[in-house]
């Protein structure tokens, strides 16, 4: 899909900055004293339909978490806790690869977690505790061999 960048189009009409154009539209116009050249129809409203998305981009999350409490004593108690949220998107822009190459996102991130609670009095209470975030977030270039794209005519 193609935004204008404003001016004049061939057909004589304004294109504002920002407006989506529908690229099976696309045709030639020969505008005259303005220029020719090739056109497309604006989106109503501005608004690509949802129709018309890529239905292969999608986002997938889960996160999966638990976490044991256990009474050691009538004034101990241990705890731990235990989560992990992992998130993958193709992340597909709808460009040719060859222009704008989609970046999967695959993230995983985990937490874990121990306390140990000792009442030592009636109005004091222990409470010590450890924990781990650990963020991943893996970014793997897109394949994009541009030696194939272009020819160096140099070498010929």
Same mark, same amino acid.
Not at 6 to 19: A, E, F, K, R, W
Not at 21 to 46: C, I, K, L
Not at 127 to 147: C, E, I, K, M, R
């Given at each position: 899909?193609?935004?204008?960048?404003?001016?004049?189009?061939?057909?004589?009409?304004?294109?504002?900055?920002?407006?989506?154009?529908?690229?099976?539209?696309?045709?030639?116009?020969?505008?005259?004293?303005?220029? &020719?050249?090739?056109?497309?129809?604006?989106?109503?409203?501005?608004?690509?339909?949802?129709?018309?998305?890529?239905?292969?981009?999608?986002?997938?999350?889960?996160?999966?978490?638990?976490?044991?409490?256990?009474?050691? &004593?009538?004034?101990?108690?241990? &705890?731990?806790?235990?989560?992990?949220?992992?998130?993958?998107?193709?992340?597909?822009?709808?460009?040719?690869?060859?222009?704008?190459?989609?970046?999967?996102?695959?993230?995983? &991130?985990?937490?874990?977690?121990?306390?140990?609670?000792?009442?030592?009095?009636?109005?004091?209470?222990?409470?010590?505790?450890?924990?781990?975030?650990?963020?991943?977030?893996?970014?793997?270039?897109?394949?994009?061999?541009?030696?194939?794209?272009?020819?160096?005519?140099?070498?010929?």
């Amino acid at each position: 899909m193609t935004a204008g960048f404003g001016g004049l189009s061939p057909t004589g009409s304004v294109d504002q900055m920002g407006q989506l154009f529908d690229p099976t539209t696309a045709h030639y116009v020969n505008g005259g004293a303005v220029g &020719s050249g090739v056109v497309e129809t604006r989106f109503p409203n501005n608004v690509i339909p949802f129709s018309r998305m890529d239905p292969s981009n999608y986002r997938h999350t889960t996160i999966p978490s638990f976490k044991i409490d256990q009474n050691v &004593s009538s004034k101990i108690k241990v &705890s731990g806790y235990y989560s992990q949220t992992y998130t993958y998107s193709p992340n597909a822009n709808g460009f040719p690869e060859v222009l704008s190459p989609a970046t999967p996102q695959n993230t995983r &991130s985990q937490t874990v977690r121990i306390n140990f609670d000792d009442t030592l009095t009636p109005t004091l209470l222990l409470h010590p505790g450890a924990g781990l975030l650990y963020d991943g977030q893996n970014q793997y270039p897109p394949f994009n061999n541009a030696g194939q794209i272009f020819t160096n005519d140099a070498a010929d």
